[in-house]
C-alpha cells in the first residue's frame, strides 16, 4: 500500500487561487479584524448567570486585598487575584459585566500577541482563521477575567520569548521566559508543568544541530530566570502576608488529592476526587484517546468519500447520486445535532475532540516529519500547550484544555489549506478472489470542498454553542432579558424565574446580613458572596470543592476561630455543572440525593448549634443561629 500526499509551500500557496471565505477573511485589515473578535465576544457578555464558578472568581477578587484569609483556597491562584483585585479597584463600578469585560480584553490580547508571534511563518489568511476559531471556541465559557484566559495570555508571551531566544540567539529572551513561567504558575498552580518546557531547548538543538554546549547554557539561562521569578514571586507574597495562606492552601490541596476515593453514593464528585494523581492520568488518557478516536472517524469518511468518488469516474450512476447523498448526509447531521443539544453543548465536544485529535496527529507528523525547523519548533511549544495545560483541571480538556489551541490551531489551519492532494493506493482481493488495484485519491479540488464546508460547519458550530449554551443559564436568548436588582449586576440580564429567585434572596438576606459579615453558602453558590459583598466562613465561597471530610472538619476549624455563627444560605436547587443550566425552573431533581452527604452534614451542623429557617425560596434557604455567639467563645 502506498500513501502519498503533496505541501504547497508557502510560496506557492501564496500564488494560487483562495478558497472564497479564506480570500475573504484574508483581506481583512489587521485592525479589522481583531475589532471583529473583540466585538463577537463582547455581544455575548450581557446575557447568562453563573452563580457557581463567575462568583468564585469575583468573591476573590473582591477579598483579596480586604481579607484574604477569607478566600484562602483560591491562593492557587494568587497571581490572577492580584490582577483580578487591581482591576476590580479601578473598574468595580462596571460590576460583574466589568470582569468579563476585561476577559475579553485578555483573549483578545491573547490573539493579538499569538497574531504578532506567528505572522512571520503563517498565511496571513490561515492565521487569522485559527484565531477566529480559537476565540470563537471558548466564547460560551466563563468570560469574565480569571486564571484560565490569563493563563492562556502568559503562555503566549512564554513560547514568544522562548522561540526567538533560541530561533535568534538571544539570551536575555530565555530569561524573560523562565520568569514569565513563575509568574504563570502562581496564576494557576498547574502551571508549574510548564517548566517542561526547557526540553524546547534541546528539541531545538537536535533539529538545528546546535552544540551541547550551547544547549546546556541556554537550558540553564531558562532555569536560571525560572528560579528567580519564583525567589521574587515568593519575596512578594511573603512581604505582603500572602505566602502563608498559600501555603495553607498548598497543604490542603495535598490532602484532597491524597484522600480522594472517588464518588460515594450520595455524594456529588468534588475536587479531591478528580485531583488525584490516578484520577489525573486517567482523564490525561481517556481524554485524548476519545480525541483520537473521533478524528480517526473523520479521516475514515473523508478517505471514503475519495473512494467513491474516485470510483464515480468509471460509473456513472455513482457521479449522479453524488451530490443528492452529499446534501442528504449534511442535513441528516444538522439535524441530529439540533435535536441531540437541547441540554447537551454538543457541537462545543466535538470541535474539542477534532481540535484535540488534529493538534496530535498533524502536531506530532510536524514534529517527527517536518522539513521547516521554525515550524517544527513552534508545533512544540503548540503541541506542549494542548497535552498539558489541562493536566490538573478537574474536568481535563472539558474545562482548562479550550484554551489550549492557540498556537495548535493556526498551525492546523495551515497545514490543512496547503494540502495539495491525497493518494493512496494498493492491491484488494475482489469478490471473484482476484486481485485488483484500489485506488483512493482526493484530488486538489475535492480538497477545497472538504477544506470550505469543514471551516463552515466548525464556525457555525462555535456560533451556535455561543448563542445556545452560555455558560450554566442554557434558557432560551429571548428569555435572558432580566435584570438583578443589585448595583454589581448591571448590564447583566438572566431568565425571569432566576433573577426572581435571586432578587427575592437578596431582599431578604438583607435583614440579617451586612456586607463585611461572614457567611456561609452552601455549596455552589459563591456569586452569593459577590453580591452580598460577605466574606466566606470556610476560607472558601465554593464548598462543593471539598471533599465530604474535609467540609465537616473545617466546619469545625471555622467555628473555633470565629467569635460568631454564621449566617447561612443553603441552596434547594443544584447550581453548576449539567445539572444546574436551568435552574431554579428545570433544575435537577435528584439534587438532595446527588449531594446527600455534604447536605447532611450541614443539617447536622444546623441541629447541633439551633439554627432555625426564617426564610425560604424555590431556590434558597436561609437560617439564622438562635444564638449566633459561637460555643468555643462565650
Not at 7 to 24: I, M, N
Not at 457 to 463: E, P, R, T, Y
Not at 534 to 548: G, I, M
Amino acid at each position: 500500500m502506498r500513501f502519498t500526499s503533496g505541501l504547497s509551500s508557502r510560496h506557492e500557496q501564496a500564488g494560487r487561487p483562495a478558497d472564497v471565505l479564506l480570500a475573504t477573511i484574508g483581506r481583512m485589515p489587521v485592525p479589522v479584524f481583531f475589532a471583529f473578535l473583540f466585538l463577537y465576544q463582547l455581544a455575548f457578555i450581557f446575557q447568562g448567570l453563573d452563580f457557581a464558578d463567575e462568583g468564585f472568581h469575583a468573591t476573590f477578587y473582591q477579598e483579596i486585598f480586604h481579607d484574604p484569609s477569607s478566600v484562602q483556597y483560591n491562593f492557587m491562584y494568587w497571581f490572577s487575584g492580584i490582577i483580578g483585585g487591581l482591576w476590580m479597584k479601578a473598574f468595580g463600578f462596571l460590576g460583574l459585566w466589568g470582569l468579563r469585560l476585561a476577559g475579553v480584553l485578555a483573549t483578545t490580547l491573547t490573539a493579538y500577541q499569538t497574531f504578532r508571534f506567528l505572522r512571520q511563518y503563517i498565511n496571513k489568511g490561515h492565521l487569522f482563521i485559527g484565531l477566529m476559531l480559537a476565540t470563537m471556541f471558548i466564547s460560551n465559557d466563563p468570560k469574565e477575567l480569571y486564571y484560565n484566559n490569563l493563563s492562556a495570555l502568559f503562555y503566549v508571551l512564554i513560547a514568544t520569548a522562548f522561540f526567538n531566544g533560541l530561533r535568534y540567539h538571544k539570551p536575555l529572551l530565555l530569561l524573560v521566559a523562565g520568569v514569565l513561567v513563575a509568574i504563570n504558575t502562581f496564576t494557576r498552580l498547574p502551571n508549574l508543568l510548564q517548566s517542561g518546557l526547557i526540553l524546547a531547548v534541546f528539541y531545538h538543538g537536535y533539529i538545528a544541530h546546535v552544540p551541547m554546549r550551547t544547549r546546556i547554557q541556554q537550558a540553564l539561562l531558562f532555569a536560571a530566570g525560572l528560579a528567580g521569578g519564583l525567589l521574587l514571586i515568593w519575596f512578594i507574597m511573603y512581604s505582603v502576608g500572602h505566602w502563608q495562606l498559600f501555603m495553607n492552601n498548598f497543604n490542603l490541596l495535598v490532602n484532597l488529592a491524597g484522600t480522594a476515593t472517588g464518588t460515594a453514593k450520595g455524594q456529588a464528585k468534588d475536587s479531591g476526587g478528580y485531583y488525584s494523581l490516578g484520577a489525573q492520568l486517567s482523564l490525561f488518557w481517556g481524554n485524548y484517546m476519545i480525541s483520537l478516536r473521533y478524528t480517526a472517524y473523520l479521516l475514515a469518511f473523508l478517505l471514503a468519500a475519495g473512494y467513491v468518488t474516485g470510483q464515480a469516474r468509471r460509473y456513472s450512476w455513482i457521479r449522479r447520486l453524488l451530490p443528492f447523498a452529499g446534501w442528504l448526509c449534511f442535513f441528516a447531521l444538522c439535524i441530529a445535532v439540533v435535536s441531540v443539544t437541547k441540554n447537551v453543548n454538543l457541537p462545543n465536544t466535538l470541535l474539542l475532540y477534532l481540535f484535540s485529535g488534529s493538534a496530535i496527529l498533524i502536531g506530532g507528523y510536524t514534529l517527527l516529519r517536518g522539513r521547516n525547523v521554525d515550524i517544527r519548533l513552534l508545533a512544540f511549544f503548540g503541541l506542549f500547550q494542548t497535552l498539558s495545560y489541562h493536566v490538573g483541571s478537574s474536568s481535563g480538556m472539558f474545562t482548562a484544555g479550550v484554551y489550549a489551541f492557540w498556537i495548535t490551531l493556526p498551525l492546523i489551519v495551515d497545514w490543512i489549506y496547503r494540502l495539495r492532494s491525497v493518494q493512496l493506493s494498493g492491491q484488494m482481493q475482489s469478490i471473484r478472489g482476484e486481485e485488483e488495484e484500489a485506488n483512493i485519491w482526493i484530488s486538489p479540488r475535492q480538497l477545497r470542498h472538504f477544506r470550505q464546508y469543514g471551516l463552515v460547519i466548525c464556525l457555525l458550530g462555535c456560533v451556535y454553542s455561543s448563542w445556545n449554551h452560555p455558560f450554566w443559564d442554557w434558557a432560551e436568548r429571548e428569555k435572558l432579558t432580566h435584570s438583578i436588582n443589585s448595583e454589581k449586576m448591571r448590564g447583566i440580564f438572566t431568565s425571569g424565574p432566576r433573577a426572581e429567585a435571586i432578587n427575592e434572596l437578596l431582599e431578604a438576606s438583607r435583614n440579617y446580613i451586612k456586607p463585611g459579615d461572614f457567611l456561609l453558602a452552601h455549596d455552589a453558590i459563591p456569586m452569593v458572596h459577590y453580591l452580598t459583598g460577605t466574606r466566606p466562613f470556610l476560607h472558601n465561597s465554593y464548598p462543593w470543592l471539598y471533599q465530604a471530610n474535609v467540609y465537616k472538619a473545617l466546619l469545625e476549624q471555622s467555628t473555633e476561630e470565629k467569635d460568631h455563627l454564621p449566617v447561612i444560605i443553603m441552596q434547594k436547587v443544584a447550581t453548576n455543572s449539567h445539572r444546574g443550566t436551568h435552574w431554579p425552573e428545570n433544575s435537577a431533581p435528584e439534587y438532595e440525593q446527588w449531594n446527600s452527604v455534604r447536605n447532611d452534614i450541614l443539617r447536622q451542623y444546623i441541629t447541633r448549634y439551633h439554627y432555625k429557617e426564617v426564610w425560604s425560596n424555590n431556590a434558597f434557604r436561609l437560617f439564622v443561629a438562635e444564638t449566633p455567639v459561637s460555643v468555643f467563645h462565650p
